[in-house]
Nanobody, 115 residues
Framework: QVQLVESGGGLVQAGGSLRLSCTAS????????MAWFRQNLGKEREFVAR????????YYADSVKGRFTISRDIAKNTVYLQMNSLSPEDTAVYYC????????WGQGTQVTVSS
């Protein structure tokens, strides 16, 4: 069974940066288009960004475009989300999954941005 593990979250001031990581046991992530999602209390989970199997193509939600960068290291079986110029509106639990949400959701990693 595939287990997704997200890490790298934390508490940061507005304008700061964080880099999130996503790894998986039991599966080679490079076989899939991978994506980051986020969910805040009382809200539905929303799409943040996705990266192609090779890492050559990316796509972002309008709310994060120009501030976040998704990438992947195939050798490390890891997907990253570099988040810059963070604002309190980015506060959420961040999750990774395939773009089609194929795998069981992991625990996510909490990102809290203070004003």
């Amino acid at each position: 069974q595939v287990q997704l593990v997200e890490s790298g979250g934390g508490l940061v001031q507005a304008g700061g940066s964080l880099r999130l990581s996503c790894t998986a046991s039991g599966r080679t992530l490079s076989l899939h288009v991978m994506a980051w999602f986020r969910q805040n209390l009382g809200k539905e989970r929303e799409f943040v960004a996705r990266v192609s199997e090779s890492g050559g193509r990316t796509y972002y939600a309008d709310s994060v475009k120009g501030r976040f960068t998704i990438s992947r290291d195939i050798a490390k079986n890891t997907v990253y989300l570099q988040m810059n110029s963070l604002s309190p509106e980015d506060t959420a639990v961040y999750y990774c999954n395939t773009d089609s949400q194929m795998f069981r959701w992991g625990q996510g990693t909490q990102v809290t941005v203070s004003s």
